[in-house]
């Protein structure tokens, strides 16, 4: 073994000794049964759908059991960070209303950022060398690809491990000898290289049994970066021990690394926290399903559902019908806020069904006032269609009132015709006069109504002469139905399949309130029509059909 000067001498001289940080950290006095959990998203990218569904049930299992949910951000890959990820994870999880209880630097476990840790993992990793549990290893790339060729070649199981491990079992007189040299190296663990099967307990699959952990793996990465950075596993060993983690909420695929995250925990002398494997989120293709995919779906992102305007609660609920196929079956507060159960997430990784979280979705924006409704565009608008915000703010009161069409406490069955945010333009944009574009006489919607034009402008002009904003709706229509009578065309559809030369307009009153609608929405379907034109006031729907009159 490396003598314990020389390891030392590896490391600042002022490294604090693990007793510093047990006692920096301490055993959290927390209620019993009180659950520490922790995200740790990787700032290597967006934050897939999949990271806040996690996120979403660490922060439940927390809260639920009073404890505390940790943000911890996993970036000591720095080669593959991405510039701008941090403020989108901010942006995510503000968005979805789950801010972590520790972050950053606030919190009494901290820094929150692997990268800031450096000292901690230092600490450990000296240690570890000192008692032989983990050694110095200067392999070189190329003798590494040497290994992984004569362990295929010979179908071998690929790794760093047994007569493999080139510097596991070395004359310390080498070693030294290299360190004179300044070569690189990296620190690996000891495994104890068990053959046999390792079992543990996961919280979601019950007891589980894996291949033991074999591998010397890297704990601490080359020696020739200027930070020296934990790999994933050190780190985890490291962090969840001293953050007082009680339970490991995260991707199933990690489960086959919980044999070797066991032999550090033991080596490190840390006891072991409790894990929960999530079963990953899955997309629908022809003939079956596969993992929702990063690289070729836009839905993985979490930001495709800021973008397009998913009301924060209506994803949640979703998923978390997804995570427990029983809160999908209540109303969204109730499902909201009961407990996500840990013992009731799936082994099989639910489907992410777009369709279904719109309809989700449209149900619960049918709860909503036109007041909060209007508040909730806005505020999508101005990050995501900046030049809806003036005119929203221009016609408030136009906004309301055709919000108000169809919808409110006192309407039984509320339209369902927003499904998301962004879908306002669509579904309301004809109320603007800003957003409106009249429809031509000539144009392929009048075109289809198989009305002629010249009857079209003239029946439009005779409206628009004689027009009265009546408040009674049936009153309203007659000014249409009397004005249909007069140019020709039948009052019911029946009348003019029975006896169509009676009708020279060549249509009847549906036909003709088409002619109406055109006019007033630019769409052949709409909102009920005199409660659109109520809306709208009587200028505007005169300006409308006037356009039409021509
Ligand atoms: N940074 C890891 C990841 O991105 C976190 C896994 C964990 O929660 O332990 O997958």
Redesign the pocket.
Known sequence: MLDRAVIDALFPADLPEPAHWEQRYPVRQLPQHAEVT?????P?GFVHIG?LY?AMIDRDVAHRSGGSYVLRV?DTDQAREVAGAAAQFDNAFNYFGLPADEHDESGDYGPYHQSRREQIYLTYARELLREGKAYLCFATPEELADIRARQDATKMPPGYYAGWALWRDRDPAEVRAKLDEGAPYVVRFRSPGVEARARFRDEIRGELEHEDNRNDVVILKSSANEVRLPT?HFA?AVD?HLMRTTL????E??ISSVPLHLQLFAALGFPAPRYAHIAPLMKQIPGGKRKLSKRKDSEASVDFYIEQGFPAEAVLYYLRGLANGRLAEVPLAEALDSPIRLTECGVAGPLVDLVKLEDISADHIATLSGQQILDAVRTWAADHDPELVPVLDARRDLALAALAVERGADVPNPRKDLRKWSGFREAYGFFFPELFTPQDVTGEQFTQLGVAPDLVRAFAADFAEAYQPLEDSGEWFNQIRELATKHGFAAKPKDLKQNPEAYPAGGSIREASQIIRLALTGATRSPDLHAVATALGTDEVLRRVRAVAG
């Open positions: 922790r995200f740790g998203p990787s290597t990271g996690v996993e994933y985890h969840d490991v909420i995260r991707g695929e990690w």
